[in-house]
């Protein structure tokens, strides 16, 4: 993208709208970062700028597909925000993942890797969302106060074997991360 893109015109969908805008696709995709973490804990859980989702890159054109009338904007080289022409609004962050068939594969790490039949959960009402120990790998990268928050709101909630995969993938990805501390504590 030439220059910087206008932040002021975020305008965000909520989870249930991309939900339902993309209901026919086939692809696997799910709701990503603070959203997913919110979704994991019940919804409520704090205020959103803005919305993520995951979806396999090479299959990226499906999704665009189904958002026909709206503007893929490419901010780099995995990530698309999709614009509403008439306002200008930003209505969604759209990451593309690398992936082998039916498997995702972490961008930071490819070692790190899960069927996505394991990663993608589903709220009562069948809106996907990433596992929140792969959306904490992933906050884990700039661990800003919001994102200590959402680790601190997940950990009672994970259980042994969450906490262990996401301690082991935070030593492949970010060895000696502070975060480390209190996944020992916890386990």
């Given amino acids: 993208m030439q220059g910087e893109p206008d932040l002021t015109k975020w ?9 339902r805008r993309l209901a026919g696709v086939k692809t696997p995709w799910y709701i990503a970062a603070g959203w997913a973490i919110d979704l ?21 054109p499906e999704v665009a ?17 999709v614009r ?9 962050d759209i990451f593309g993942e690398p992936c082998d068939g039916d498997t995702w594969l972490c961008r930071r790490d490819d070692r790190i890797r899960m069927p996505y039949a394991d990663l993608i959960e589903r709220t009562a009402d069948g809106i996907p969302y990433g596992r929140p120990e792969i959306v904490l790998l992933f906050k884990a990268k700039h661990a800003r106060e919001k994102d200590d928050a959402d680790l601190a709101a997940v ?17 492949l990805v970010h ?13």
């Fill in 84 to 92: 509403e022409p008439e306002t200008g609004a930003w209505r969604l």
């Fill in 155 to 171: 950990l009672p909630q994970l259980g042994p074997h969450r906490r262990r995969w996401l301690a082991e993938a935070l030593n």
């Fill in 65 to 81: 597909g189904a958002l026909g009338g709206f503007e893929l904007v490419a901010i780099n080289a995995h990530q698309n925000w």
């Fill in 11 to 19: 305008d965000a969908w909520r989870p249930e709208e991309v939900t």
């Fill in 175 to 187: 060895p000696g991360h502070r975060w480390l501390t209190a996944l020992r504590a916890t386990a």
């Fill in 40 to 60: 994991f804990l019940g919804g409520g859980y704090r205020e959103h700028e803005d919305l993520e989702i995951a979806v396999p890159q090479d299959r990226l």
